[in-house]
């Protein structure tokens, strides 16, 4: 059994108007399709088409936003008096764009500007007050802040000090208490109007763009897309819209800076889509802000010059691999230091990079499944970093009530960044255990997966998955649908320069689908289960002119017991994490190399064993009897058995000896009736040319039924023995049930292993 890594849920249907179904149909879409838009509350033809539709025309209004009209008469001013204007932005993909927009706008309409990023490990998020000290002494007259500025109450009082007005533009969370700013943009001002709340930082600063041009400033079309799929914001109403329409302009865009970030990426500009940016530009942007100074990424994005803009993308693309590299070092130092007692893992060292670490807590929990707060501690004693957690657990909740242990907090329930004295950890490690303890949360419970529909493999083929592309672009609350499939896994293998991802097909009777799941490589025995079901999203694999759909991997289940083939000794190093494991061997000899081998604790098999106290069964060596393999799984109750089956004595290669080798083994013993086989033993075998383990089966044998005694190490032929034959022995019928158990054991593929088990 595997249990999925995600509560599947799936999306309430109910039966398609036939109206609505016929009007899909005669506009050539599939009926799959039509019930899949059903199910989204899609339900007119009106609907659907609106959905689909990019039209600049039906972008709000930027003067409904509060202050909006005072923003853009302050700037006109500053303008005109040739005020210099300082546009501060946000380390991060949202604030470069923001940034990035804002400069060109200025610079557009004759301001004297410039910009500042701020460094994420100097000066912090949001606005700093020191900076904005620089900045004034510098001549500065008007601030405009982009991506950030709601929390930044005493910067701004500061500011407002030394006579410099500060516009805010923002999407963040509002305060309770609001900087006494110049004016606030901001979409869900309580005093504004504007009709759509969710806009990133990019599509706030747009919209001043937008107010300050006096029209749509469609050049910057491809800045504010990035910054809003990179955010992470609701992709629905206008974000949806501004999306669609800059996916578009990215595809003929003259910016520079894009084309080379685009060329070092790897993404075909034809090809850009809302994945593209989540996956390939919005980390390369993000990158340089976890690292170091932001800035160079704004003259990236609004550069003229050929050779800048290839010099800093390829600036970008190394910062993003060293990154990577960090933040892999990074996660394999955290989870070494897992408290499995924990229920938060709270996970501190000194000397990490604190700009990585929300990734990291994120890579954790992926790998244990619980909520997860990595920390750095610097030379003051200081740690700083970041949480993240589950659906079960509103980790901004639980450590609001903890405050007292942080001089800096904030977040959302799934994530929280953190600064507080290295002398409070343990405290705050007790208090979270005692808070949910107290407040019986259950961290089991696993984050749901909403799952659209079931789909058989001949329902899935490129004209559906081109319907499909009719949804997009995906996002937050407008997710790529998700389906579950269900097929013969065929052509596995494993992937990447780690063998991290694995690539598989599902086929059935009828179909065949290709499938890949990223970092799925350490699941690869599971997922070649029979009777196991997957989910994943669709998407168009192309390569050399040749379109395929292909399954993106998300999660995988499947009842009943899983056996798995761990015959090959390459993969005995394969450790088992998970589960109340019994390693089981049925031979004195296979447990003490088995103990050596894979350094574990080795039962040697007796009836006694209690098989309810485990869940996982390795079978180190065959059984005697194959049967017994079979009653040792009735009784218990396992999810998963792992098959090594060593053979320390080759029984089946070696066979059973014949008539003629008996015999002349007899007769040896006759000729040479004391034997000291302790030294001897390699000689026989050479002289009567009788394998040595062979030669040892037959010794016992002749023990058994009395030809010979063994005293010492020396076998002494016995004087007139009782004449018997030798299948009489049981060793000798115990061999011949061992070589039928390893002949099927060994011989058959895992297949036929499993169907005999489970039958």
């Known amino acids: 059994m595997k249990k999925s890594s995600f509560d599947w849920q799936f999306r309430e249907s109910s039966s398609i108007d036939s109206t609505f179904k016929a009007e899909l149909a005669n506009q050539g879409y599939s009926e799959t399709f039509a019930e899949l838009l059903w199910n989204r509350d899609i339900h007119t033809l009106e609907a659907f088409k609106q959905l689909m539709k990019a039209n600049i025309d039906d972008l709000h209004d930027p003067f409904l936003m509060h202050d909006m009209d005072k923003a853009v008469d302050r700037i006109q001013i500053a303008i005109m008096e040739g005020q210099p204007i300082l546009i501060y932005g946000d380390y991060d993909a949202d604030g470069i764009t923001s ?429 070649q289960q029979p009777d196991t079901r997957f989910i994943g999203d669709l998407e168009i694999n192309e390569w050399n002119g040749k379109k395929k759909v292909q399954l993106r991997l998300i999660d995988f289940a499947s009842e009943g017991l899983q056996v798995i083939d761990r015959r090959a000794k390459y993969t005995w190093n394969e450790r088992i994490e998970n589960g109340r494991v019994l390693y089981l061997a049925f031979q004195s000899t296979s447990q003490k190399f088995f103990s050596k081998e894979l350094q574990e604790s080795i039962t040697l098999y007796n009836p006694a064993i209690e098989w309810s106290n485990y869940d996982q069964l390795v079978v180190l060596d065959c059984p005697d009897y194959k049967e017994l393999l079979k009653k040792i799984l009735t009784t218990g109750n396992f999810e998963r058995i792992y098959l090594y089956l060593y053979s320390p004595d080759d029984a089946y290669l070696n066979g059973l000896p014949t008539r003629d080798q008996f015999t002349k083994l007899y007769k040896f013993f006759m000729k040479q009736p004391r034997v000291d086989i302790r030294f001897k033993l390699k000689f026989v075998s050479n002289y009567l040319r009788i394998p040595e383990k062979l030669l040892v089966f037959m010794i016992h044998v002749f023990s058994e039924l009395k030809f010979v005694t063994i005293d010492d190490g020396v076998l002494q032929m016995v004087e007139s023995p009782q004449t018997r034959a030798f299948e009489e022995s049981e060793i000798y019928q115990s061999r011949i049930s061992r070589i039928d158990s390893e002949e099927f054991l060994l011989m058959n593929d895992i297949q036929t292993i499993r169907n005999w088990l489970k039958s």
């Open 99 to 527: 940034t990035s927009i804002m400069l060109e706008t200025l610079e557009m309409i004759g301001a004297n500007v410039q910009y500042v990023l701020p460094n994420r490990f100097i000066h912090g998020y949001g606005p700093n007050k020191e900076l904005f000290a620089e900045k004034i002494n510098e001549g500065v007259k008007l601030i405009v802040t982009v991506d950030n500025g709601v929390a930044g109450n005493e910067a701004i009082e500061f500011a407002n000090s030394q006579g410099v007005d500060v516009i805010v533009t923002d999407h963040h969370e509002m305060p309770p208490v609001l900087p006494d700013a110049y004016c606030i943009i901001h979409p869900r001002h309580p005093e504004g109007s504007y009709p759509f709340g969710e806009l990133a930082g990019a599509g706030v600063a747009f919209k001043l763009a937008t107010a300050l041009l006096e029209e749509v400033p469609l050049e910057m079309l491809d800045l504010v897309t990035i910054g809003t799929v990179a955010d992470l914001v609701s992709m629905t109403g206008e974000n949806r819209n501004l999306v669609k329409l800059g996916l578009q302009a990215i595809k003929q865009t003259q910016r520079l800076g894009l084309l080379e970030l685009l060329k070092v990426s790897s993404v075909d500009l034809q090809k850009v889509d809302e994945t593209s940016i989540g996956f390939s530009l919005g980390p390369r942007l993000n990158a340089i802000g976890r690292l170091g100074d932001p800035n160079p990424a704004v003259e990236l994005m609004t550069t003229f010059d050929d050779e800048v803009a290839q010099n800093l993308a390829e600036k970008l693309n190394k910062i993003n691999e060293d990154r990577k590299t960090i933040v892999q070092e990074t996660t394999a130092e955290a989870i070494a230091l897992v408290n499995p007692g924990d229920a938060v893992h709270l996970i501190a060292k000194e000397g990490w990079n604190p700009g990585v670490l929300g990734i990291v807590a994120g890579n954790i929990l992926k790998q244990t499944g619980c909520p997860t707060i990595v920390l750095s501690i610097d030379e003051n004693g200081v740690a700083k970093g970041s949480g993240r957690s589950i659906d079960a657990l509103d980790l901004f909740s639980m450590l609001n009530t903890m405050r007292s242990e942080f001089t800096h907090f904030g977040g959302h329930a799934a994530a929280v960044g953190l600064t507080m004295p290295s002398e409070n950890i343990d405290t705050l490690r007790k208090m979270m255990n005692d808070y949910i303890a107290a407040q019986k949360i259950d961290l089991t419970k696993v984050s749901a997966l909403l799952i659209d529909k079931s789909l058989a493999l001949s329902e899935i083929n490129l004209k559906f998955v081109e319907e499909l592309k009719k949804l997009a672009p995906f996002g937050t609350d407008n997710p790529a649908p998700n389906f579950l499939v269900e097929g013969h896994v065929d052509s596995f293998k494993q992937i990447g320069s780690e063998q991290q991802h694995v690539k598989f097909s599902l086929k059935n009777e009828e179909s065949q689908l290709d499938a890949i799941g990223f970092g799925f490589g350490k699941d690869s025995e599971e997922i």
